[in-house]
């Protein structure tokens, strides 16, 4: 790791990088990093070639196709299980992890009531636990909360015993392999599929449903935010008391150490895992038409030079995380499906939390509900999903707009006095309400009343707000608490 956080020239410190996460996750993990970040290079990718539809009638390979084997993965079994042919895809090893997870009581309890693992089972999963987490923010105050992610999970372990369950129920798992395009007929979607290397032989495949679990590499994710984030697990990091170390019974949800910076303000997390593990994440939101290629490998390098910043310790990286997380505001256009036979889940649907963006949290509490949605979108193509926004999606989604737009120059310390006073007021509200909040579960009232608290104590979040987001935003941003305030009655 870099020390003092000098920056040296942006080429040798994105080399650097790319050397460190190439020499702890192996040239497998650097491509999947080099394969997200060149999916930047278009604004609105498109999808590949399609192939012929299917004529009606036509008998489909599969029952449901699952294109994208990371978290989406827990889908699999739980089809098979209801009785359907499913295959799943991915352009590299299905269920190879390059994330890693936090969860809170409700998620670990909602993947033994799945019915894919055994509670003794999820239990081994647990790798940490903490007595509370913390948000803390320069150049202000400290935030204890109890009950939010305070669970660290094995996210390799998980992946691969749903690898195993999903063999067990005979799902067909083709790894490396890309799905470039589809065409959808009456009674099934026909799907280009080749391995994924130059040259890689292609294969035709039939669905009666396509899931779309490929995250930001989807053509369509088309939320209007995205959150690059970086990090893994390290070890090295020191121990004990005070801003700069790890305590292995507290997660830091969020922290800041610097105001904005070229446009963004930069947050790290830290949760601790096995004994002298840490696992580290540097992220920041954007606009998702903001966000270029090579942004990860930039962000990476921002990591190394001031993690020393963040943390104490002679740090080593063991295993490389990251991803690019879509996000959806409400405030304009949900991603959307082309076709009727066509299903967008995980992070390319983005029906997570635009705020904390708990992407695992959500897919595991609707695990069950989504796949039971996917088994009736089978037998019934275009039939509506029953999936709905959680009440307070209504409100974060501006707040995530205006994190991805924050002040520079003169104005550059607004953003952390922001976050300082909103943590303030909900702190002040008491736990279940902060703890709600960071769980995408308070209630529309209370969203309103931590608006309305926020503002009294910070006037000028009036004039941010109005500077960040255009008039027509912030009319639907009104309009969607309104109608959730109202559902509350």
């Given at each position: 790791m870099s020390a003092g956080g000098v920056p040296g020239s942006p080429a040798r410190e994105i080399d650097a990088a790319r050397g460190r996460v190439r020499d702890a996750g192996g040239e497998a993990l650097l491509a999947r990093l080099e394969h997200l970040d060149a999916a930047r290079a278009a604004p609105a990718p498109r999808p590949g070639p399609s192939p012929r539809p299917p004529d009606r009638g036509a008998t489909a390979d599969y029952d449901?196709?699952?294109?994208?084997?990371?978290?989406?993965?827990?889908?699999?079994?739980?089809?098979?299980?209801?009785?359907?042919?499913?295959?799943?895809?991915?352009?590299?090893?299905?269920?190879?992890?390059?994330?890693?997870?936090?969860?809170?009581?409700?998620?670990?309890?909602?993947?033994?009531?799945?019915?894919?693992?055994?509670?003794?089972e999820i239990e081994r999963l647990v790798i940490a636990r903490y007595v509370e987490g913390l948000c803390r923010w320069h150049g202000g105050g400290t935030y204890p909360v109890r009950g939010v992610l305070d669970h660290a999970i094995d996210a390799g372990g998980l992946l691969a015993a749903a690898r195993a369950r999903a063999e067990a129920l005979g799902v067909t798992l083709l790894d490396g392999h890309a799905l470039l395009g589809h065409a959808?007929?009456?009674?099934?979607?026909?799907?280009?599929?080749?391995?994924?290397?130059?040259?890689?032989?292609?294969?035709?495949?039939?669905?009666?449903?396509?899931?779309?679990?490929?995250?930001?590499?989807?053509?369509?994710?088309?939320?209007?935010?995205?959150?690059?984030?970086?990090?893994?697990?390290?070890?090295g990091l020191s121990e004990g008391d005070g801003e700069r170390r790890i305590r292995p019974d507290v997660g830091e949800i969020l922290a800041t150490t610097e105001d904005v910076q070229e446009g963004r303000q930069h947050l790290w997390e830290a949760f601790p895992g096995r004994p002298g593990e840490t696992t580290v994440y540097l992220f920041?939101?954007?606009?998702?038409?903001?966000?270029?290629?090579?942004?990860?490998?930039?962000?990476?390098?921002?990591?190394?030079?001031?993690?020393?910043?963040?943390?104490?310790?002679?740090?080593?990286?063991?295993?490389?995380?990251?991803?690019?997380?879509?996000?959806?505001?409400?405030?304009?256009?949900?991603?959307?499906?082309?076709?009727?036979?066509?299903?967008?889940?995980?992070?390319?649907?983005?029906?997570?939390?635009?705020?904390?963006?708990?992407?695992?949290?959500?897919?595991?509490?609707?695990?069950?509900?989504?796949?039971?949605?996917?088994?009736?979108?089978?037998?019934?193509?275009?039939?509506?999903?029953?999936?709905?926004?959680?009440?307070?999606?209504?409100?974060?989604g501006a707040l995530a707009a205006l994190m991805a737009k924050p002040a520079g120059g003169a104005r550059a310390g607004e953003m952390n006095a922001l976050l300082d006073t909103a943590f303030a007021v909900l702190h002040a509200m008491g736990n279940d309400a902060y703890a709600a909040l960071l769980r995408d579960e308070m209630q529309a009232a209370d969203f309103v009343r931590f608006l309305r608290e926020t503002a009294a104590r910070r006037p000028e979040v009036y004039r941010e707000v109005v500077s960040a987001l255009p008039l027509r935003a912030i009319g639907r941003w009104g309009a969607g608490l309104a109608r959730e305030l109202y559902r509350a009655r």
């Amino acid at each position: 790791m870099s020390a003092g956080g000098v920056p040296g020239s942006p080429a040798r410190e994105i080399d650097a990088a790319r050397g460190r996460v190439r020499d702890a996750g192996g040239e497998a993990l650097l491509a999947r990093l080099e394969h997200l970040d060149a999916a930047r290079a278009a604004p609105a990718p498109r999808p590949g070639p399609s192939p012929r539809p299917p004529d009606r009638g036509a008998t489909a390979d599969y029952d449901v196709v699952v294109a994208g084997g990371g978290l989406s993965l827990l889908l699999a079994p739980l089809l098979a299980s209801a009785g359907l042919r499913v295959a799943v895809l991915d352009r590299a090893r299905i269920g190879a992890a390059h994330r890693e997870w936090n969860a809170g009581t409700a998620e670990v309890a909602a993947l033994s009531a799945s019915g894919i693992f055994t509670r003794d089972e999820i239990e081994r999963l647990v790798i940490a636990r903490y007595v509370e987490g913390l948000c803390r923010w320069h150049g202000g105050g400290t935030y204890p909360v109890r009950g939010v992610l305070d669970h660290a999970i094995d996210a390799g372990g998980l992946l691969a015993a749903a690898r195993a369950r999903a063999e067990a129920l005979g799902v067909t798992l083709l790894d490396g392999h890309a799905l470039l395009g589809h065409a959808e007929g009456p009674d099934a979607v026909a799907l280009a599929v080749a391995e994924a290397h130059p040259g890689g032989a292609p294969r035709a495949l039939s669905a009666r449903l396509l899931v779309d679990a490929r995250g930001a590499a989807s053509p369509y994710a088309t939320a209007d935010l995205l959150c690059p984030t970086v990090g893994g697990v390290l070890t090295g990091l020191s121990e004990g008391d005070g801003e700069r170390r790890i305590r292995p019974d507290v997660g830091e949800i969020l922290a800041t150490t610097e105001d904005v910076q070229e446009g963004r303000q930069h947050l790290w997390e830290a949760f601790p895992g096995r004994p002298g593990e840490t696992t580290v994440y540097l992220f920041y939101y954007a606009r998702s038409g903001d966000v270029g290629p090579g942004a990860l490998l930039s962000l990476y390098a921002r990591f190394f030079r001031l993690l020393s910043r963040y943390k104490e310790g002679d740090a080593r990286l063991v295993r490389p995380t990251f991803g690019l997380i879509p996000g959806w505001s409400r405030l304009s256009a949900a991603p959307r499906a082309p076709g009727r036979r066509v299903r967008l889940v995980g992070d390319a649907a983005a029906r997570h939390s635009p705020l904390t963006f708990c992407g695992f949290g959500a897919n595991v509490r609707e695990l069950a509900a989504t796949a039971a949605d996917l088994a009736r979108a089978v037998r019934e193509p275009g039939a509506p999903s029953t999936a709905r926004d959680a009440p307070v999606h209504a409100g974060t989604g501006a707040l995530a707009a205006l994190m991805a737009k924050p002040a520079g120059g003169a104005r550059a310390g607004e953003m952390n006095a922001l976050l300082d006073t909103a943590f303030a007021v909900l702190h002040a509200m008491g736990n279940d309400a902060y703890a709600a909040l960071l769980r995408d579960e308070m209630q529309a009232a209370d969203f309103v009343r931590f608006l309305r608290e926020t503002a009294a104590r910070r006037p000028e979040v009036y004039r941010e707000v109005v500077s960040a987001l255009p008039l027509r935003a912030i009319g639907r941003w009104g309009a969607g608490l309104a109608r959730e305030l109202y559902r509350a009655r």
